[in-house]
């Protein structure tokens, strides 16, 4: 992954994103591209325009911590797209993420294994920032019935998201949940610039899919956060779940996804359905 040429095109997605009156910056006359102009980004963020000019062009290695921190407020950057870009300063000055993944995983531990199996009321899985299935514990087998009903022995959620067509009807809000699955892998990629297998599985999914190439393109970045998601589950219908994602403290790399039904909600008495024909279903 050449992040230079990365760092140059997040910069200026974001700064065409803007809104100049938004930011306070006085419009004069009509404007030949949208967003903010360099000099107004530099004027926001208190540098000169050279060395502004100097940073979009992905030369990030000797930009300070207070630096960054300006940019990131003259470009009004989200938690997720702060945390980019300091990825991309440090991928810059060769250094490499305290998270990155010390080896490729086919699985997780006894212990982490466990711990999903007590969760018998919530879907839980455990997922790389590939987005492979490590571990899963029976909820979430059946909750993903067209995840795991494929002959690869790691399911991936973004190769499922773009490749099988049985997601477009499965998630309820395909484009959404397939925005999400790219601005997840985006970032991923930028903190370990080096691991060549995501890099890999990024191009076998652009060669794949348009629909993915095109998103890619945008360069949106976010981190996994407490949301509601809608799957049209081939047996049940429309269930609505509430997800919680946790890094494992001792495997960063490594995120322990959980859903849990809203009480009281109609997909809670589902899922109370579901669990009472546990034997039924073969989740016992």
């Known amino acids: 992954m050449d992040t230079r040429t990365e760092a140059r095109e997040f910069l200026q997605s974001r700064r065409a994103k803007l809104d100049p009156e938004s930011t306070g910056v006085t419009v004069g006359g009509r404007r030949r591209v949208p967003g903010l102009r360099r000099e107004e980004v530099a004027d926001l963020a208190g540098v000169s325009v050279d060395y502004y000019t100097r940073l ?5 290695e000797t930009a300070s911590a207070a630096v960054l921190d300006a940019i990131a407020r003259a470009l009004d950057l989200d938690d997720a797209e702060r945390s980019h870009l300091q990825s991309l300063a440090r991928a810059a000055r060769g250094e490499l993420d305290p998270g990155a993944p010390a080896r490729e995983r ?3 531990r006894p212990r982490l294994q466990r711990l999903l199996d007590t969760m018998t009321t919530s879907p839980a899985y455990v997922r790389n920032g590939r987005m492979d299935i490590l571990a899963h514990n029976a909820l979430a087998r059946w909750l993903y019935p067209p995840l795991f009903d494929c002959d690869d022995p ?5 190769r499922f998201c773009f490749t099988d067509p049985r997601a477009r009807t499965f998630f309820a809000d395909w484009s959404a949940a397939a925005s999400e699955m790219v601005a997840l892998l985006h970032a991923e990629l930028v903190r370990h610039p080096t691991d060549r297998r995501t890099h890999d599985f990024v191009e076998r999914l652009a060669d794949a899919s348009a629909d993915f190439a095109g998103l890619w393109s945008t360069h949106d970045v976010r981190r996994l956060v407490t949301e509601s998601t809608t799957f049209l589950h081939p047996e049940v219908g429309p269930i609505t779940l509430d997800l919680e994602a946790l890094q494992v403290s001792a495997e960063p790399d490594l995120t322990v996804v959980t859903y849990v039904a809203p009480f009281d909600s ?3 008495a589902r899922l109370h359905e579901v669990l009472a024909g546990a034997s039924l279903l073969g989740l016992s």
């Open 56 to 60: 979009e062009k992905g030369h990030l």
């Open 106 to 108: 086919a699985g997780v």
């Open 154 to 158: 790691t399911p991936n959620l973004a």
């Open 266 to 268: 109609p997909t809670a």
